[in-house]
C-alpha cells in the first residue's frame, strides 16, 4: 500500500520561502512511469496542479508557477520536496502530494499553509 504524507509549516509570512516535503512509502520514487505530483486547493476553490517530478527525475511546473518554484527529491530518503518562492497570500491553500501513472493513484491526506500579509 502506498502511503504519502505532506510535511511543513502551516503558516509562512509573504515574501519568505514555503517549503513542504512529501514522504512515500509503500513505493520508490524512482519505480517506472509514476509521476509524484503536487497539488493544491484555496479555500473555496478547485484543485490546481503545481508541478511534478518524474520517475527519472525530470521536472515539469505550471506555467502559472514555474518562475517561483522548484521541486526536487531525495531518493535516499524517498521524499520530495515543493519550494515555493516569493510567496503571497494567495498561495494559502490545502497542499497535497500524489503519485499518477500507471494504475492507481494515491494522494497525501494535504496540509493547510497560511501566507500572512
Known amino acids: 500500500q502506498v502511503q504519502l504524507q505532506e510535511s511543513g509549516p502551516g503558516l509562512v509570512k509573504s515574501a519568505q520561502t514555503l517549503f513542504l516535503t512529501c514522504s512515500v512509502s509503500g513505493g520508490s520514487l524512482t519505480t517506472n512511469y509514476f509521476y509524484w505530483n503536487w497539488i493544491r486547493q484555496p479555500p473555496g476553490k478547485g484543485l490546481e496542479w503545481i508541478g511534478r517530478?518524474?520517475?527519472?527525475?525530470?521536472?515539469y511546473y505550471s506555467p502559472s508557477l514555474k518562475s517561483r518554484m522548484s521541486i526536487a527529491w531525495d531518493t535516499s530518503k524517498n521524499q520530495f520536496t515543493l519550494q515555493l518562492r516569493s510567496v503571497i497570500p494567495e498561495d494559502t491553500a490545502v497542499y497535497y502530494c500524489?503519485?499518477?501513472?500507471w494504475g492507481p493513484g494515491y494522494w497525501g491526506q494535504g496540509t493547510q499553509v497560511t501566507v500572512a500579509p
Open positions: 500524489a503519485r499518477t501513472g
Open positions: 517530478i518524474s520517475y527519472s527525475g525530470s521536472t
